[in-house]
């Protein structure tokens, strides 16, 4: 006759209806839950309750829980599940009965086993079976108590018989978000700037019609010091009788209209944040060099979007990918390129790159370079090529390291900080210009 494990179930009420969360999502892939949850039939007086949807990325430090009628006399959290490896494990040097494919049942002592092989010693020998080629394996043991799923329970003091609310808080990995930012230039000053968010969850459960709000900034976090029992994966403390509302400092909060009527375990959701927009903006073309480099390509070109309200913007701009288009002769519209942009407070500016101008080149040669024991001297030469049909704006950036002096320049320049200097082109459609100057260093 055929042995089975039997189960036998712990006498604890699980919750009856979770609703639906709220849920703040930080950009180092953490989050934090607040959940309401309900139990019916609660008994007055003290009684033993759970909730066991919880995803298996939860901090387990964090779990508090407020109660509207009741107090938490204890709270407990555990992760360990049944695992058929684990129980047989366990059975080691026990007798079980094993059903290898294509052979009668064999009954004798476990010796070994794991996920691949299993050994047992009958009144035959021993003998070694891969777990590929076994049926079934059989106990005479009853499993008390089991766990199928991660968690968190409750011994509690109500005050009254019937329903409990339960306003459960908590803190996960594997929830994350981004901003994916799309930029439509138009001309040289003029763009549709598109802000969406991306939120990514990588947890194992799902979260239905939850609110969401996105932080930007970044958290100082501590590993936490928890003490565990060495025969189990449980983490036991006290719940805090009160939540008390922390304040979020200098990070910003990005409110998602509406609830999520589904944010899907393994899947990503895209929200919008801003616009479609119509910005302004500055483009440039940069050509940037260093000392006695000697090249010859295409100039950079970097916009640079202020974030006020006279360029169509004055609002908070989290870091995010930023793409961008533009559009061909025909009408159409042509992917260009792609940047990272930082977080742009209000009243600030930022400056993406925006892929390199086949048409506008740029030279630098070192038409003279003198280096004596404690003086060293170089005679620069750079020149711009615009072909295109429209005036450009150019940038020219040189990097000099050292105690230096500028002589001799063509053009007035800028001093940017102690090693760089930039100097500003406008460049007539069809036109070359040569910038030269002579940079001198001395030491003792």
Partial sequence: MKKFIIISLICMLTAQTSRGSKMTVYKDGTALV??????????????????????????KDTPFIKFDNAQVLNQRFVEKVFSSVDYFKSKEGSQINIKPKNEKYISGKLLEISNKIVTIQSKNGIRSFNRENIEYLESKDKV??????????????????????GDLVYKLSNISWDTIYRLIINGQIKGELVADAVIINNSSKDYINTSIQL????????????????NNNEVARYAVSKMEPASLGDYHIYNVEGKIKKLIARESITVRMYGPLNVDYEKIYVFENSERQQKEEPLKVELTLSNTEATGLGIPLPAGKIDMYTFTGSGGIEYIGSDQMGQVPKGESSTIQAGYAFDITGKRKVLNYNRQRKSEEAVIEISVNNTRSDPVQIKIVEHINGDWVIKDQSHDYKKEDASTIHFAIDLEPGKKEYITYTYKKEWK
């Fill in 215 to 230: 932080v930007e900034g970044k958290l100082n976090n501590v590993k936490p010091k928890i003490s565990r029992s060495p």
């Fill in 34 to 59: 607040k959940q309401e949850i309900i139990w019916n039939n609660i008994q007055k007086g003290e009684s033993l309750i759970k909730y066991d949807d919880i995803p298996l990325s939860i901090h």
């Fill in 144 to 165: 008390n108590s089991p766990n199928y799923s991660p968690y968190l329970s409750w011994n509690i003091k109500s005050s009254k018989t019937g329903r409990l609310k």
